[in-house]
């Protein structure tokens, strides 16, 4: 499945950026990129990013089995990631769950996108049908971006995730379903090269 790996993807405005599955040697180089991340930004996290312990545990309990994190790089720095999370078993089989963060730096350059747009082959790949996305209602900005590439709305769930501040907030559940997604990603993927991307 990561035999293509490492792939070379242009952002808009030209610049090369490598995607590529995180292995246990990018435990420093994730730590510094959530760390680089804006406080209002690691707020919605799921996780304590900040807290070195998290990173470690991610990148010495990597298990492609169940989670697929992508990471970008511009160099040697992570500028984004991207994970594909889902179960192998059970009555949901056929659905992944999509996260992903950007490094302010990068946004509204077409990295969100190309991470997407990887995240949505490995989960075709895999036979995945539907995928889902989490967040919380007061993240306006990631609501857009799902809605900009065809995810729906399924579900609102009142004050059911906490920030890291512990402050309620409403978790927005949104999916798609691949088959519909290519179609939306490869137009938008298209328009973006018309543009200089």
Known sequence: MFKDYPKEKRLKGGTKVMLRPMEKKDEKALYEFFNGLKPGDRLFLKDDVTDQRVIHEWVEDIDYEKIIPILAFDGEKVIGDATLHRSAHGWS????????????????????????????????????????AEMMDSQQGAIKVFETIGFQKEAVLNDYVKDLQGRKHNLVIMTQDISRLWERMDKMLLDMEDHGG
Do not use: C, N
Request: overall charge positive; glycine content about 12%; hydrophobic content about 50%.
């Open 93 to 132: 089989r056929h659905v992944g769950e999509i996260r992903m963060v950007t490094a302010s730096g990068y946004r509204r350059r077409g990295l969100g996108l190309v991470l997407a747009k990887e995240i949505f082959l490995l989960a075709q790949l895999l036979g995945i049908e539907k995928v889902q």
